[in-house]
């Protein structure tokens, strides 16, 4: 079975609106990490943002933001006031305790001028 | 060094040979990640090493794909008798503990087989 499930494959998105990129995961775990990775043509991998699953408070980095709803098991992005700059492969991936971190298929998003 | 460090980081070869690639984590990184990534795809993951412990090795699609850290450091991950559907770019990371969140990663190695 899929553990992250990221189901938009492509977006397009004006520059400076707000953007929210899904994903859901799965586990048994109690305790894991949630992750988000950017990914330029480059080719590089850029860590964006974490949660824990023990933390209370959604994480923010910057502009990046991650909605974090346990209940539901999803884990969805946020930028906030998208720059052209931003237009990349966006990843979502999750560890469990003591284990390697598995990333889903990705999102690839197209700021539009 | 200061990143992750890989290398070639474009490798072209004929289909048949052998291949080496080379990956040399942060100075005083436990952990050391290989995942592949084909064209247009999400990161696959392929082998893990932690310490001194032995590599978990349940993502390598093959037994020709092996892989090596000596010393605890520098990895190298060999492709032998490389097929077409072995192109892609080879991805290393490493991270400080196991337990830490986040990875860096290398540049990654480009293969291309003909």
């Known amino acids: 079975a899929q553990k992250i499930t990221q189901t938009q494959p492509g977006m397009f998105v004006q520059e400076k609106e707000a953007v929210t990129l899904d994903c859901t995961y799965d586990t048994s775990d109690q305790s894991y990490g949630l992750f988000w990775y950017k990914q330029p043509s480059s080719g590089e991998m850029i860590f964006l943002i974490y949660?824990?699953?023990?933390?209370?408070q959604n994480a923010t980095e910057g502009r990046y933001s991650l909605n974090f709803q346990k209940a539901r098991k999803s884990a969805n992005l946020v930028i906030s006031a998208s720059q052209l700059g931003d237009s990349a492969m966006y990843f979502c991936a999750m560890r469990e305790p003591f284990d390697k971190i598995i990333f889903g298929k990705g999102t690839r998003l197209h700021i539009l001028p | 060094g200061a990143g992750v460090s890989q290398s070639p980081s474009n490798k072209v070869t004929e289909k048949g040979k052998d291949v080496e690639l080379r990956c040399d984590p942060i100075?005083?990184?436990?952990?050391l990640y290989w995942y592949r990534q084909s064209l247009g795809q999400g990161l696959e993951f392929l082998i893990y090493f932690q310490g001194n412990s032995a590599p978990d090795k349940s993502g390598l699609p093959s037994d020709r794909f092996s892989a090596e850290r000596t010393g605890g450091s520098v990895s190298t991950l060999t492709i032998q008798r490389t097929q077409q559907e072995d192109s892609a770019v080879y991805l290393c990371?490493?991270?400080?503990?196991?337990?830490?969140?986040?990875?860096?990663f290398g540049s990654g190695t480009r293969l291309t087989v003909v």
């Open positions: 100075s005083g990184h436990t952990a």
């Open positions: 990371a490493s991270s400080l503990t196991r337990s830490s969140y986040g990875y860096t």
């Open positions: 949660q824990g699953s023990y933390d209370e």
